[in-house]
C-alpha cells in the first residue's frame, strides 16, 4: 500500500471512531490525492501519525465559503478550511476563471487592495500574480489601502472585478479574501456561487513572478492619483461648512489613516486628533485591548477616552482595521462618555442627510434609504417623517444594499446602514466607508457645538419624536464541524418548535426567509407567504399591544456562530417622561434577552 493509501486509512478509521468528521475526510483525501495538493501531503501524512486528528480537523472540517463578507478564516500553512497560500491562490484563480465562464472575455481588469494584517501583503501579491497570469491587468496598491477605496477605484478604473485581503475586525489570527464585481460592491449570487465551484474545481493553477509581471505592465502600481480621485469623491458630498469640534480619531493599527483622516483633514477638519498609540500599522494589534480590533466592543475605547478628556474631545472615532465600519463614542459634558451602537449612529446620520438635504430641498418621494432587517426600526421611521421611501426588507450584508442601489436607481439613493457599523453616503462607492460616516459625523456635532449641544442630545430628540428605540444583540459561538451541527440545531429549533411567550411578553408571529412563509404563534402555522428576500433567517415579533419587541436570529456569514439581534419600542409622552421610558424598555429588553439565552442554553442540553 502507497503512503497516502495507509494514511487515509487510518483517517477514515479515526472518523468511525468519531475523532474526524465526514468533511474533514473528503478535503483530506483530496489533498492526499490530487497532484495540486502534493506539497502539502508529507505534513497532513506526519498529523495523522502523530495523532493530531483535532488539529486535522480544524484544518480540514470544511471548503472556506463565501459568506456575507467573502471568504474569512484562520491563517494556518495548509488546510480546505483555513486562509492559506493554497486557498487564497484558488480563490484568485475561481474569481478569473469565472470572470472568463460570466462574461466570455478572454482578458480583463482587476484591482487588488490589502489592509494590515499578518501576510496580507503576501496574500495580495498572490492574487496579483494569479490574476495576471490568467491574463488580467492589474492595479495593485502600492502599499495598504481601505477596502472603501478598493470599491471606490474598482468604478473609478473601470475594472470587471475587485479584490481587497483584509479579515475586517476579526482578531489576529484571520485573514480573508473579498471579492467585488464591476459595479464596485461584493459578489452576489449567482456570481458567488459560481466563484466557489470554480474554486473547488482549480486543479494547477498559473501564476507569475511579480516583478517581471510589474516590468511588462500586466501587473501596474497605484496609488496618490486613485487616493486622490477617492478623497476628492468623499469631500464632494460633504452638507455642512461647520468644522470646529474637537475630535480624538484611531486607526486601531490599521489603514484608516488612507482614508477616514486624509478625507476629515482634506475637508478642513483641524480638532480632529490621531490617537497615537493605535497608530502604527500592525497586524497584530499589539495595544488594542485583547488585540481584538472591533470599534462594536465599547473596551477598545477606554485608552482613548483619558486622553479625549485632556484635550476636551465632543467625540471619539475609530475604525476597523480595513475602515470600512466606523465606531463612535460621544464625551458628555458632565465628563462621561456613551459608547454609541452602530443603530444609533445610524439613526444619527439617517436625521442629519435628511434634515441637511430637506433644507436643500434635494429630496423627493422617490428617493430612498437602504437597512438591512437586522437595523433599528429608527432609520426607517426618520426616512419616512422626511417623504422618503425606507427600503428595509435586506438580508444582512452591505452587498444587498449596493445592490438595490443600482436596482432602485443610484440617483435617488440618500443613505444606507446595517447595525454592524456599515454606513455610506453617495454614489462613488458600492460598500461601506467610514471616511463618510466620520465626515457627516463630525458635520453635525460641529453644528450641535454651535448650538451648545451633543449627539447625545439629538438622539433624545429622535426618541421624543419617533418612540424610543433600544436594540442589543447575544451570540453563541460554535466552532468546526461540532459547532455547525449545534447551529443547524438551534436554526430547526427555532423552525419547529420556537419559544412562543419572554419575560411575560408573547411573541405573536414569525417570518421564516429561507421557507418564505410568515407563521402565526404559538401554534407555529402559516398564515401567508413571505417572497423575499430569501435567507436563513428568521424574525419573531409581538404584537404592538405587548410592547413592540422584536427577535431576529441568523447564522453568521463571516464567523462560527449563530447571532440573535434584540429589538423594542416604546412611545415617548414628551422630554421629561424619556427617562423612565427608558428605564422601562431598557429592563424588559434585556429580561427578553435573558430569558431566550436561558432557552438556548436548554436547547443545546438537550
Known sequence: ???????????????????????????????????????????????????????????????????????????????????????????????????????????????????????????????????????????????????????????????????????????????????????????????????????????????????????????????????????????????????????????????????????????????????????????????????????????????????????????????????????????????????????RIGALLADYILRKRAAKGTLSPRHYVVETLVTTPLIAAIARSHGVRAIDDLLVGFKYIAETMDAEGPERFVFGAEESLGYLAGTYARDKDAAIAALYLLENAAELRQQGRTLLDRLDELFVEHGYHQETQASKVCTGASGKEQIDRLMAAFRESPPTILAGVPLARVRDYRRHEVRALPDNSRIEDLPKPSGNLLFFESTEADGDFGIAVRPSGTEPKIKFYFFARQPVADAASLAASKANCDRRLETVKDELLQWIDECLRE
Open 1 to 343: 500500500m502507497t503512503e497516502a493509501t495507509d494514511t487515509i486509512a487510518n483517517v477514515e478509521a479515526a472518523a468511525a471512531a468519531g475523532r474526524l468528521s465526514a468533511g474533514s475526510v473528503e478535503n483530506i483525501r483530496r489533498w492526499l490525492t490530487e497532484p495540486p495538493y502534493r506539497k502539502y501531503a508529507p505534513r497532513i501524512v506526519q498529523l495523522v501519525e502523530e495523532g493530531k486528528f483535532d488539529e486535522l480537523d480544524a484544518l480540514f472540517w470544511e471548503v472556506v465559503p463565501f459568506g456575507t463578507g467573502g471568504r474569512r478564516g484562520t491563517m494556518a500553512e495548509l488546510g480546505s478550511a483555513t486562509i492559506n497560500e493554497r486557498t487564497i491562490a484558488e480563490s484568485a484563480h475561481g474569481l478569473a476563471a469565472y470572470l472568463k465562464d460570466a462574461t466570455g472575455a478572454g482578458q480583463g481588469r482587476a484591482v487588488i487592495a490589502h489592509d494590515t494584517r499578518h501576510r496580507s501583503d503576501e496574500f495580495a501579491r498572490l492574487t496579483a500574480t494569479t490574476l495576471a497570469a490568467h491574463g488580467l491587468t492589474v492595479f495593485f496598491f502600492e502599499s495598504h489601502r481601505s477596502t472603501p477605496e478598493l470599491s471606490f477605484a474598482v468604478r473609478h478604473l473601470k475594472c470587471d472585478v475587485g479584490v481587497v485581503i483584509s479579515a475586517s475586525h476579526n482578531p489576529p489570527s484571520d485573514n480573508g479574501f473579498k471579492a467585488y464585481w464591476s459595479s464596485g460592491a461584493q459578489v452576489l449570487p449567482p456570481h458567488d456561487q459560481g466563484i466557489i465551484d470554480c474554486v473547488y474545481e482549480a486543479a494547477e493553477i498559473p501564476t507569475a513572478d511579480f516583478d517581471d509581471a510589474v516590468r511588462d505592465g500586466r501587473i501596474q502600481i497605484i496609488g496618490e492619483d486613485v487616493d486622490r480621485a477617492y478623497v476628492d469623491a468623499v469631500t464632494a458630498i460633504s452638507l455642512s461648512d461647520a468644522r470646529d469640534v474637537p475630535a480624538i480619531y484611531s486607526s486601531m493599527h490599521g489603514v484608516g489613516e488612507t482614508n477616514v483622516l486624509r478625507v476629515v483633514q482634506s475637508a478642513g477638519f483641524k480638532g480632529v486628533q490621531l490617537f497615537e498609540p493605535y497608530r502604527a500599522p500592525d497586524g497584530g494589534f499589539p495595544n488594542v485591548p485583547d488585540h481584538y480590533p472591533n470599534p462594536e466592543r465599547p473596551v477598545v475605547f477606554d485608552p482613548i477616552i483619558p486622553r479625549a478628556r485632556e484635550i476636551g474631545a465632543d467625540v471619539i472615532l475609530a475604525s476597523d482595521p480595513d475602515a470600512d465600519r466606523l465606531g463612535v463614542v460621544v464625551c458628555r459634558k458632565d465628563g462621561g462618555s456613551e459608547h454609541l451602537t452602530g443603530n
